[in-house]
């Protein structure tokens, strides 16, 4: 433990003076503490992208986040409440106090789920008419009734559901997931993001490696055809003449960085260059969804111009978690495309069309293919919707009680886990806070959230911050 | 100009500063290989200025 912190450099700098002070003391804290085993997972400064073991034997070896940006309404898709139909019109019972909502709504009278619901497959789930597709991929899922988060807005929502934080500035799961066990092919980039619309709120922040070593942050492929610009060399240049520029380049950034130790970008954008060169040789055929057959394309929605967008993402995920990348974070109605504040029926008729057959294409192919039992998917937005009304036909911010769900890697499907009030508002049972679903999506990757600490200001960070509870009826 | 002056040329354009010895002779050695490699000194002098132009010390501030 003590050897990896280098507490012994000689200091060329006040900056590195500083740094230095502070890993050696929480160093020496840590190591009587810790063992080296338990370290494990801590990669090597050498190689930081070294495949390394997680902390505990698990199925799940890659995650496909599937995010319905803008807050997916639980109560008309997942999680009905006859008792909130009931009370239709009326003003929220007293007992439920009143919230302080993002709009102010919550003085407004209660709106019933005008949808159709049914019980799906083998378990008898509940899934609404808005996803019929995905409804027949029940036995396969655990619905996490009871999530609930900490932001009102989606800034800072989208930023907790990936960082853990509504303040920005952490690392996301994506990141913290490649510091913990490395890449799994070095031709590609281990962790990607897909937009299908805007820029998600807080834009890259989302994806970034915040105090983790800059290399750790995510990728965000282009929309459309090119996923990835300028995959191959201009006219002219031969791999030789590249891969000698190249080279040079690396001598130039190393000697720069020489002093500089404590600067993780300079060592990232080293590490960048070489990933563009290796991504030459397996990113073409990856990104190429020409040679899928047709049977695989429309079961993915590609031949309906509306979901072609989104079903491409889907299906660009399960090419790129076959070839090794580990984190795929991909974004349906990006820019807050859900925010359903008025005419609910028109939004979420929108993209529930958008995200059902793609995502129930994905589970299939995957499945078929034997990767859903070590690909982990989760589903869900930053948060859902509230039961009463909005403007008379949407539905407002909530953060109190909302549904995620997750299939595959490990997950045993065909349940539901946690309950909400009678009318969708509070998580009431196995209230799941977002660290909790952080710490079980590490858990299934075979990484303990409490043991996967990163020293940063003196301080052993982790990915759940000082929470974080497993929630293991989603796999035990 | 010999190679070694391009390179010093080079790096007082891009870093503001000369390249000290062992930096003069990796750039000469580039410029010959990238020579051979890409068939002009002229291209070579591209290559070796689009490095440069690429590298930490020009992006970054100390």
């Known amino acids: 433990m003590l050897h990896q912190l280098n507490h012994h450099w000689r200091v060329r700098t006040r900056r590195e003076f500083f740094t230095q002070a502070g890993s050696g003391l929480a160093g020496m804290a840590l190591a009587s503490l810790l063992s080296e085993q338990e370290a494990a997972a801590a990669p090597t400064q050498k190689d930081a992208l070294a495949t390394r073991q997680g902390h505990h034997a698990s199925k799940a070896k890659s995650v496909i986040w599937l995010f319905m940006e803008g807050g997916p309404s639980h109560i008309d898709l997942f999680d009905p409440k006859p008792k909130l139909n009931e009370l239709h019109g009326q003003p929220m019972p007293a007992s439920f106090g009143k919230p302080i909502t993002a709009m102010g709504t919550a003085g407004n009278t209660l709106m019933g789920s005008p949808r159709k619901w049914a019980q799906h497959g083998q378990s008898g789930l509940w899934v609404s008419d808005w996803y019929p597709h995905i409804a027949n991929h029940v036995d396969d899922i655990a619905v996490l009734r009871s999530c609930w988060a900490n932001g009102l807005n989606h800034v800072g929502s989208v930023c907790q559901m990936n960082t853990g934080d509504i303040l920005a500035g952490r690392p996301s799961m994506g990141a913290w997931l490649t510091y913990g066990l490395g890449s799994a092919n070095r031709n590609l980039p281990t962790f990607v993001i897909l937009l299908d619309d805007r820029e998600p709120v807080g834009g890259p922040k989302n994806w970034s490696s915040g105090f983790l070593p800059a290399v750790y942050q995510g990728t965000q492929f282009r929309q459309g055809d090119t996923p990835i610009l300028h995959l191959s060399s201009p006219k002219g240049v031969s791999t030789e003449r590249q891969r000698s520029k190249l080279d040079f380049l690396k001598e130039l950034n190393q000697r720069w960085a020489a002093d500089k130790q404590e600067d993780t970008e300079l060592e990232a954008r080293i590490q960048s260059y070489e990933l563009a060169y290796k991504m030459q040789a397996d990113a073409p055929e990856a990104v190429d969804l020409s040679r899928e057959p047709a049977a695989t394309r429309e079961i993915y929605g590609l031949n309906d111009p509306d979901l072609a967008a989104f079903g491409t993402n889907c299906l660009l995920a399960r090419r790129l978690v076959e070839r090794g990348v580990r984190f795929v974070e991909l974004y349906c109605g990006s820019g807050s495309g859900w925010d359903a504040h008025s005419n609910i029926e028109a939004n979420h008729s929108k993209w529930c069309r958008v995200s059902d057959k793609p995502i129930a294409g994905l589970l299939t192919d995957l499945k078929q293919r034997g990767m859903l039992a070590d690909t982990l998917v989760v589903w869900g937005g930053e948060f859902g919707r509230t039961p009463f009304n909005e403007k008379g036909n949407g539905r407002d911010h909530n953060p109190w009680g909302f549904t995620m769900w997750f299939a595959g890697g490990g997950v045993k499907g065909g349940r539901t886990v946690g309950t909400t009030d009678e009318i969708g508002l509070r998580a009431v049972e196995k209230p799941s806070h977002v660290h909790d679903i952080h710490a079980s999506i590490l858990h299934l990757l075979g990484l303990d959230h409490i043991r996967l600490t990163y020293l940063h200001n003196g301080r052993a960070e982790r990915p759940t911050i000082v929470g974080g509870n497993l929630i293991p009826e989603l796999w035990s | ?62």
Do not use: I
């Open chain 2, 1 to 62: 100009m010999t190679p070694q002056e391009q390179v010093e040329r080079a790096y007082k354009l891009a870093y503001s500063r000369t390249p000290d010895a062992s930096e003069l002779r990796s750039g000469a050695e580039f410029l010959a290989r990238q020579t051979k490699l890409a068939g002009s000194r002229e291209a070579a002098l591209a290559d070796l200025c689009h490095m440069l132009l690429n590298s930490n010390e020009f992006l970054y501030l100390n």
